[in-house]
């Protein structure tokens, strides 16, 4: 069965540092999402991309987020410089249409 | 914009009980209904979907939701749990037109007690 590839899994960074996310969506998934997952809520998409393009980036704090999908396929999400906030589960999802949406396994932010 | 109200953020049943999550959505459009599960430090595993069609679905390790539109429901059942289903379960709805994202619910814990 085909997986939304995330890397890395966990990452301790110190405060004011810059951190880097990386995501391999399905083959063919045209739609890829990053969602911010605080402890003990629901996932908040962060951003979304068709193909390279951004669709909507509502949601991210510009002045130290990032994200690029270049090509289409696979993306990285940037923090530049990571705040305590900022620690959570960073998970990236895939979609062909509406009707199914993958998720990786995430990557585990602690910003010390 | 679509939003999700999951009614309890926490569900203590004993093994073998039968469970009901609780899920209403809101939204100005038709929409499309789902239900993840989360472990421990894990991503987001699909229990099931509601498309179209019957509104009674059936998913994985026993799990069924129905659809009740009137209502804007769409509340998880399972006739029997076990120890395995400790774990975050989130309800999440995407329009079906419009922006195609997946807005979440905050989750409710399952806890299974034996």
């Known amino acids: 069965e085909a997986e939304v590839a995330q890397s890395p899994r966990y990452k301790i960074t110190e405060k004011s540092q810059a951190v880097a996310f990386w995501c391999d969506p399905i083959s063919g998934h045209a739609t890829l999402y990053w969602y911010r997952q605080i402890l003990g809520q629901g996932p908040e998409l962060l951003v979304q991309?068709?193909?390279?393009?951004?669709?909507?980036d509502s949601q991210l704090p510009k002045d130290r987020f990032s994200a690029e999908r270049l090509k289409g396929v696979d993306s990285t999400l940037k923090i530049q410089p990571a705040e305590l906030g900022d620690s959570a589960m960073y998970l990236c999802a895939s979609s062909f249409d509406r009707g199914g949406y993958t998720f990786g396994s995430g990557t585990r932010l602690t910003v010390v | 914009a679509q939003s999700v109200t999951q009614l309890d953020s926490q569900v203590p049943v004993f093994e073998e009980a039968p469970v009901e999550l609780r899920c209403n959505y809101s939204s100005s459009v038709s929409v499309y209904l789902f239900w993840y599960v989360q472990y421990p430090n894990q991503g987001l595993q699909l229990l099931l979907k509601?498309?179209?069609?019957?509104?009674l679905v059936k998913g994985i390790n026993g799990f069924e939701a129905e659809f009740n539109k009137s209502q804007t429901s769409f509340h998880l059942r399972k006739p029997s749990v076990h120890i395995s289903d400790t774990a975050e379960y989130f309800c999440a709805v995407t329009e079906i037109q419009g922006a195609q994202k997946l807005v979440f619910g905050q989750g409710t814990r399952l806890t299974i007690n034996p």
């Open positions: 509601y498309l179209s069609g019957s509104t």
């Open positions: 991309f068709q193909d390279e393009s951004v669709v909507d």
